[in-house]
């Protein structure tokens, strides 16, 4: 007879990152049960196993349900499973982090999203702080070689907007000469025709840009 074995809690938590006032944040929600009710926390729940076909397909519904937001880039961080980590049991929380443009984050599911700036965001329930910090390092170490830091973006941009979203992303200033150079000879991006936007920094209306293609890979720093 096979022996019984007690059955892991197993949920997905989310670190949703977006920018606030040049910085990056965390958007954090208050639980609504126990272990640590009404205490902010990243977004995330249970896997249900009549529905979800596997973990993306989780955070997908996750994301819809407690945030109202669909079709945003995501990526597996890594698992974070122990005895200690949830009160309720030995737990197994498969983390993501996702980016989300700041003009998406409206809210159309009647809870508010607290953003927290993301290299502080205070004390978490459960292991949460780590996990912030392990989706902090995964994004500035994959931002320097990737255009997932366009994700933080509308799709469509300005130059200069995604340059300063590169140095939010990686923590540091680029020069501005370089920079240009390295999108033009990557062929990352395509102007978008018939269209300028004024600033308040250009003297005359600015060029606007899109990604070519979905977040991808290159083969140099940024």
């Given at each position: ?64 349900a407690k945030a109202g ?76 070689y990737s255009t997932i ?74």
């Open positions: 007879m096979q022996p019984e074995y007690e059955r892991p809690i197993v949920t997905v938590d989310i670190v949703l990152m977006t920018i606030v006032e040049g910085a990056l944040a965390v958007a954090l929600l208050e639980r609504d049960n126990a272990p640590f009710q009404g205490v902010p926390a990243l977004i995330g729940g249970y896997v249900h196993t009549d529905e979800d076909e596997d973990a993306e397909a989780a955070v997908r519904r996750i994301l819809k937001l669909e079709g945003l880039f995501f990526e597996q961080l890594r698992s974070f499973a122990g005895r200690d980590r949830d009160p309720r049991g030995w737990s197994v929380s498969i983390a993501y982090f996702a980016l989300v443009p700041p003009s998406l984050l409206s809210g159309g599911t009647g809870k508010t999203l607290l953003l927290r700036p993301a290299s502080a965001p205070g004390e978490l329930p459960f292991d949460h702080e780590r996990i912030v910090l392990a989706a902090r390092e995964r994004l500035r170490g994959k931002g320097a830091a366009a994700c933080l973006l509308p799709k469509v941009f300005t130059m200069s907007e995604l340059q300063g979203t590169y140095e939010t992303v990686l923590g540091e200033t680029l020069d501005q000469s370089a920079f240009r150079r390295k999108m033009k000879d990557l062929d990352l991006l395509e102007e978008v025709e018939g269209e300028k936007r004024q600033t308040l920094i250009a003297r005359r209306p600015t060029t606007l840009y899109r990604l070519k293609a979905a977040p991808s890979v290159f083969d140099r720093r940024i």
